[in-house]
Structure formats: C-alpha cells, structure tokens
C-alpha cells in the first residue's frame, strides 16, 4: 500500500517539475521577445518563425499586425520638424529655418528633447489603448538636412539653410534630443533625409538626376548626413530623385559603399513614400515594379514608404531576389523594433 503522504509530496513534485518545463518550453517558445537575450539570438529566433509573406509586411511603412508572433501592427511613419505632428495636441516651435537661423544648437537639443517627450507619451498613451495609427509612432522622419540653394525648391522652411556645417551642428542636436542617451534603448528614432542632393525642382523631383562632382557631394552634400550618422540616427531616408545616374533608392555608391561601408552605418534605410516605385517608373532604370522592389532590397532600403515591396515574393518567384536577401533587409528593421521597445 502506497503511503499517503509520499504519494502527495511525489505528486506535488511532479507538478512542480512539469510546471518548470511548461514555463521553459513556453519562454522558449517567445524566445525573441526575451529581453535578457542577445538582439541577435532574438532576430534569429523571430525570423525563423516567420513566413515570406509575414516578413514581407514588416518592410512596409504600414505593417499590420501578427498576432501569432505578438507584433503589434505599427506605422513607421510619423513626423516632427518642429514639434509632433498630426497626432494630437504638442507643442509647436519655429520651423528648422527660423531655428538654424539662432545658431543655437543646444536650444535645438532642447526643444528636441522637449518634443521626444511628448512624443513617447503620446505613444505609451496610444499603445495602451491599443492604437497603432499613422503618425502615432515612435519613428519620426526628421530631420531634414538637405541644403537649400535653389529657391524654385517648395520646402526650404523644413531645412537649416544653406550652409553645410551649420546644418550638421543642428542635426547633431536635434538627433540626440529626440533618441536620448540610453545605452540600449532608443526614447524615439530620428531619420536624416532625403539623401541626397535632393533640393532642386519640386515638380521633377521625381524623374530629375542630380549630377554632383566629389568635390561638391563631400563638400556641400553629404558632410550633414556624415554629421548625422555620427550623431548615431536611426535611420536614413532615400531621395525621390537620382544622384550622378543611379536613383537614390538604389544607388550603390551613396547607399553601400559611402553610408554602409565608409561611415559605418547600422541603422535602418527607408524610402521616400513612393521613390521604390520611381526608379522604375520615373527614372525608368528597370523593367518592372518588381524589379524596382528586388533592387533597392539589394542595394540597401529596408523600409518602404508605400507598398512596392508587396512583389517582393514575385522578385523572389522571378529570380530577382531570395528570401536571404529578405532576411537581411528585414532583421535592421527588428533591431530598431527592439530597441525602440515595438517589440
């Protein structure tokens, strides 16, 4: 006869034990959204689990939710040149014209902190009430730092002048107000754009190459985006128009071999709201949509403003693209997911 008080402490043991196993394989199960674990071990983990066609919405500005992975749906695109904007009450300060016109770059830091505040309340706000809208974000496209020269262009007002150094002093600062000084997490992302050369006619913007010697790209057009990335923004934004031949949205040089390789960028590519679709159809620089997707996935865009990047499985389907190359773009997006707590 089995002793009663054995069999109950046995019994409790083996709760206990498969309570412990439940909980691991359930912890293991979520592996990606284990905050102790390596950004990396949970890109992996996350990736894996993913279909095509999950991994494909992630790389657009609209990406909805997937409730089976516990990601949130999440707009990317949110604004903030001189306060939060279109979503909801904030503060409104000068224009980045007025601002630069100060020379006051640790005023800008201020009142860039000032509306980071305002714009993670905003959110935290948003996210409790289960709302994930457009402009709602924590990723603000901002800011602009194209240098202003040419008058027939319609939006000086959202840059810092005309002068490349002082745009960069201004940039640096307003990038560090609005991501904060955590160590591992970002308070919001900052995006540089619209790299680059792009301040010339607004009505041809869209099919309009920039030809720039070397000595004006490293002189007047790229020391502000350089300052940027050394400021460490999050993410970098693609002209509409092209650059010495190649669209900015695919343009090797500009994209790999300067922003990725020479200045070290890590952070995020992503387009201007509809360029994707401009290097095939404005610039005419390949043969179909699908096309212009694949290439600025392999030359460097992460993100689409717009939804190209839905042909993507057709790119892959036509030999244009695999779903390493996918993988590659995508696993940018999730770091700043994390570090920016999304996921």
């Not at 002209?239 to 071999?257: H, I």
């Not at 509809?274 to 043969?287: E, L, S, W």
Request: with cysteine; proline share 5%; aromatic share 10%.
């Amino acid at each position: 006869m089995v002793n009663k008080p054995y069999f109950r402490t046995t019994w409790i043991s083996c709760m206990l034990f498969c309570g412990i196993c439940f909980s691991a394989a359930a912890q293991d199960t979520l592996a990606f959204l284990n905050p102790s674990l390596p950004i990396d071990t949970r890109i992996r983990d996350l990736l894996h689990r993913m279909t095509l066609q999950e991994k494909v919405s992630q790389m657009q500005n609209a990406s909805p939710a997937v409730p089976r992975l516990h990601i949130p749906a999440y707009n990317w695109w949110s604004e903030a040149l001189h306060g939060v904007a279109r979503s909801g009450v904030a503060t409104v300060f000068p224009e980045p014209i007025g601002l630069a016109a100060s020379f006051d770059d640790s005023l800008e830091y201020e009142i860039a902190t000032a509306i980071s505040d305002e714009a993670r309340a905003m959110y935290n706000a948003a996210a409790a009430r289960n709302r994930y809208e457009q402009y709602g974000g924590l990723t603000f496209w901002t800011p602009n730092i194209n240098i202003f020269r040419d008058p027939r262009w319609g939006r000086g007002q959202e840059t810092y002048g005309e002068d490349p150094y002082l745009t960069g002093r201004m940039a640096t600062a307003f990038i560090r107000g609005m991501q904060g000084n955590d160590p591992r997490y970002l308070k919001t992302a900052a995006c540089a754009k619209h790299f680059v050369v792009h301040s010339g006619p607004e009505g041809l913007r869209h099919e309009f190459d920039a030809r720039a010697s070397l000595h004006d790209l490293y002189d007047t057009y790229l020391p502000a985006f350089h300052a940027a990335v050394k400021a460490g923004v999050e993410a970098v934004m693609c002209a509409y128009n092209s650059t010495n031949g190649e669209p900015c949205c695919a343009n090797t040089y500009l994209l790999d071999t300067v922003l990725r390789k020479d200045w070290g960028f890590r952070g995020h590519v992503v387009s201007d709201c509809g360029a994707i679709n401009d290097i095939y159809a404005g610039h005419h620089y390949v043969k179909s949509e699908a096309a212009a997707a694949a290439i600025a996935v392999k030359r460097g865009v992460n993100l689409d403003c717009g939804n190209e990047y839905a042909l993507i499985p057709e790119a892959i389907q036509q030999g244009l693209l695999t779903e390493a190359d996918v993988d590659s773009a995508l696993s940018t997006i999730i770091t700043h997911a994390i570090q920016a707590g999304i996921i």
